[in-house]
């Protein structure tokens, strides 16, 4: 079953001003006078698009960009907060075993890539952080190329040029940091060669949006090669793929599958020690899978952290953040109160959402409001033997988009991908789903694309 979902709102002025001219009134469909630039939107995105853009005030984009840095710059700390430096206790505490540990740390790093996409709900008020995918190993970098071909409509791109609309760059960000970190280990040429590596076993599977995110680098001077790393030699102390010297190792590989089993931990251990012989840095580096695991976001609601916040730091965990805790058996101080926490758990069960530590897509993630009391009292008893969280449920606010063809308008709610690379927000890749099958809005749930513009900074 599906509770029933707050009153659409129009978020802002600027949504508001859109949905009341032409290019408000009508379904938008990505369209493109190179049939190419459209095939490879289209095949990354899944041919499924809403029919609107959203929108962004400058204010809104300012703060959602403070934001993300801030609550990054809190779990970057958390080793130092609370395990005196020891990314070892960290790691385990997250609940790497010591092989992905090992293999995470290795070699060491100074301090971890700033690459990653929160996933955030608007409940109407604020943005809410439901998760934080620090990693180089993303979809939907290319979500940029959507905003372009949208303005091609000449409705929207009235608007946008009324309104001074512009977007992020993402792959121009992302091209920002990989010429960075090429510059860093000596690279002095004007065209560095990046890497863009999967784990061999599943290069069939993502070479196709590899080769789409190479086509879009190569626009910034970056020669790209896609590859696997069954690939990779070392030659005369260097990193070489098809003949080609590499510069940096873009990742796409996994720490799981890098430690799926004994063979492929060995191969990991001699791929990252080439690397780290031959000085080729890998973006971002594996140690990030540690400061992306969602106990790592459940820490910074303990009291043991929140005890080390300043004013500021706490403000942030607490508007943007919802309560978001470990599920284990025992006693739980939940907002001061301390509790029995899976007896709180079953008598909250509407208000919470259960999710795996690890894992993208919402693939394992289960809403109280969604289950009865025994299903729901079952899954907490299967959960508390290790690797879930469970949240405070955050029900975006549906927005009204246009319908296709004759249908009339109907409200969807949005979950916002926002890019966060270097300290700069990057821009949203937005997925959409009718607001009355809304529980877990993923891709995986065949959720539909979308892109969002933002007003021009004063």
């Known amino acids: 079953m599906t509770a029933a979902l707050p ?66 710059d809190l779990l970057f700390s958390l080793p130092d907060r609370l395990f005196d430096g020891d990314a070892h206790a960290f790691a385990a505490a997250v609940g790497l075993r010591p092989e992905q540990a090992r293999i995470a740390l290795r070699p060491p790093v100074p301090e971890p890539a700033r690459i990653g996409r929160a996933d955030l709900y608007h409940d109407g008020s604020d943005f809410r952080l439901l998760e934080f995918n620090i990693s180089s190993a993303l979809g939907a970098f290319d979500t940029p190329e959507l905003n372009r071909l949208l303005l091609e409509d000449d409705r929207l791109a009235g608007f946008a040029a009324e309104e001074r609309l512009t977007f992020p760059d993402t792959v121009g960000a992302l091209a920002g940091v990989l010429r960075a970190a090429a510059k860093n280990a000596g690279h002095d040429g004007d065209t560095p060669t990046v890497a863009l590596m999967d784990w061999w076993p599943g290069y069939r599977k993502t070479e196709p949006k590899i080769r789409a995110l190479a086509a879009l680098l190569e626009r910034y001077g970056i020669e790209a090669v896609p590859c696997h790393t069954g690939q990779v030699r070392e030659t005369g102390g260097r990193i070489v793929v098809d003949g080609r010297t590499v510069d940096v190792v873009h990742r796409y590989f996994t720490l799981g599958e890098l430690t799926a089993d004994a063979a492929c931990v060995a191969r990991a251990e001699e791929l990252l020690d080439a690397f780290a012989r031959c000085g080729t840095p890998v973006l971002s580096p594996l140690r990030t899978s540690m400061h992306g695991n969602k106990r790592a976001l459940a820490m910074l609601w303990e009291e043991r952290c929140r005890n080390t916040y300043d004013p500021a730091e706490q403000a942030l965990v607490e508007r943007l953040l919802p309560w978001t ?110 607001a009355g099958r809304a529980d877990v809005i993923s891709f995986d749930n065949k959720a539909y694309a979308g892109c969002a513009f933002q007003a021009a900074r004063a």
């Open 7 to 72: 009153a659409p709102a129009v978020r802002n002025p600027l949504t508001e001003r859109y949905l009341a001219s032409p290019a408000g009134r009508a379904a938008l469909w990505p369209e493109a006078p190179d049939p190419a630039r459209l095939e490879a939107v289209h095949g990354a995105l899944e041919d499924r698009f809403l029919t609107r853009p959203a929108f962004l005030e400058a204010a809104e984009a300012e703060r959602l960009e403070s934001d993300l840095n801030g609550v990054l």
């Open 325 to 434: 805790h470990e599920l284990r058996p025992g006693p739980a101080t939940v907002r001061g109160e301390d509790v029995d926490l899976l007896a709180h758990c079953a008598r909250h069960r509407e208000d919470l959402v259960l999710k795996p530590s690890h894992g993208l897509g919402g693939t394992g993630t289960l809403l109280g409001r969604s289950t009865g009391d025994q299903e729901w009292a079952d899954a907490l008893d299967r959960a508390a033997a290790g690797g879930y969280i469970v949240q405070e449920l955050v029900t975006p606010r549906p927005e009204l988009f246009p319908g296709r063809d004759e249908d009339g308008p109907s409200l969807w709610a949005l979950n916002w991908g926002a890019f966060l690379i270097g300290r700069q927000y990057a821009g949203a890749f937005l997925r959409g789903l009718p």
